[in-house]
């Protein structure tokens, strides 16, 4: 599997931002995936994951109610719709898939990785 984040970007503490993911290969649906994110200096840290099927998302807690993970099986696409974002929010984010469609949980031992797109929010 191959991923390709985009949607990365300088914005003003409130504002929002899509950060987009697109998949190769036929079986996206067999796929859990996930967003992470590093800002600098720090370690990687889990920020939303979506099962194969979409029915179930995880969130960390300081991105539940300002973000919401989804995706389109027919587009091989997740997505990550970032509300009232903060300067806090600052980080590279990566997209990742996980071979286990129903694991859903805020672990980083994901099996592909895109090249992650920055998202720097200014105060």
């Known amino acids: 599997v191959q991923l390709q984040a985009s949607g990365g970007g300088l914005v003003q503490a409130g504002d929002s931002l899509r950060l987009s993911c697109a998949a190769s290969g036929r079986t996206f649906s067999s796929y859990t995936m996930g967003w992470l994110r590093q800002a600098p200096g720090k370690e990687r840290e889990f920020v939303a994951v979506?099962?194969?099927?979409?029915?179930?998302?995880y969130y960390t807690d300081s991105v539940k109610g300002r973000f919401t993970i989804s995706r389109s099986n027919a587009k091989n696409t997740v997505w990550l719709q970032m509300n009232n974002l903060k300067p806090e929010d600052t980080a590279v984010y990566y997209c990742a898939a996980r071979s286990n469609r129903y694991r859903v949980d805020s672990g980083d031992d994901y099996d592909y990785w895109g090249q992650g797109t920055q998202v720097t929010v200014s105060s």
């Open positions: 979506i099962s194969g099927s979409g029915g179930t998302t």
